[in-house]
DNA sequence: CAAAAATCGTTTGGACACTAACAATCTTTA
DNA sequence: TAAAGATTGTTAGTGTCCAAACGATTTTTG
């Protein structure tokens, strides 16, 4: 929602459609400005550090999930990256293509897929994370450094509220 | 990404992978709970509010906009909605198809088409909203009003330092 | 005033991600 | 220990969204 009307502008509109009803502003506030932020920083991330490496959203976060835990089970994986079982199925697929990701089957129970980097993988986190922590120290610096404390806080909170 | 480790399994773990890296972990936390707030907020609307309704995120978006500013030309739905003109044309033709929403040529300018909703699209929103907004106020309760402020106004700076 | 450029909404083709159904494998139960 | 149930990753089918190309219209330019 990168709109071009103010949110006084867009207080006054609503006011007038919804005559008599209590609305919360502050709360309208917090969730309309937390959607454009989270879609922003995507963009932002995607285009100066994935798109150059012609990677997904879903496939870098895959890598990066499978960089720290591996070897890490594919149901874990999209636990962990909050995308459905299926999806993961398909990046997967991408990934090993690409040489950057192999399937291996466990030995334990033979229902299960294990996932690990290629030596390629690696290589590539190891230049990937550190551009991309660059570009999301870049985007918090407009925060003081507390403030970065409390919005991650106050963030963390909101989703632990919702997820239980 | 409703991970089951926490950040700090998550930071000893990545400190191990980028040994003698400095990694902003501050800005890390920042990023990734902005994620998993806006996703866990998004999948809570769309079930509690959303879904009875038989509306996608995006066919409620623009609902809400051409609520507030109608008659509005498509162009503007779709920038107010942060979404791609192709993407609004195929939502418009389903609110359309359910008369909920209507198309009219301008008179001024042959090639803008004007969208306004029905009677009915109006009777939905003026009862979808408030649901809609007492929502929002639950989710952001576990914020006090000033941390509400606070994080509200830190988001928007975040998207506007990025946006422009 | 005519031709070139710009802008509009739509169509097309493709990427991505989900749910539901499925076969393979393991665990529980009786 | 054999049958029923649960769990795994994959496949099939669907919906959503976007960028690029396109016809229609308006504006600008020479």
Redesign the pocket.
Known sequence: MAGTHTLAETERQVNERLAGMTIDFKAMAVASNLFRAATAVRNHLERTVLAPHDL????FVVLWVVWIWEPI????I?EEG?????????????LEARKLAI?KK?K??????LVELTPAGRRLMKDLFPEFNKQEAHIASVLSNSAQETSAEALRKITKHLEG
């Open positions: 997904s959203w879903t496939a089970e594919t149901r874990q999209a909050g995308f459905s079982k299926a999806t993961l199925t398909g990046v997967l697929s991408t399937r466990s334990d129970d033979g229902r299960l897929v």
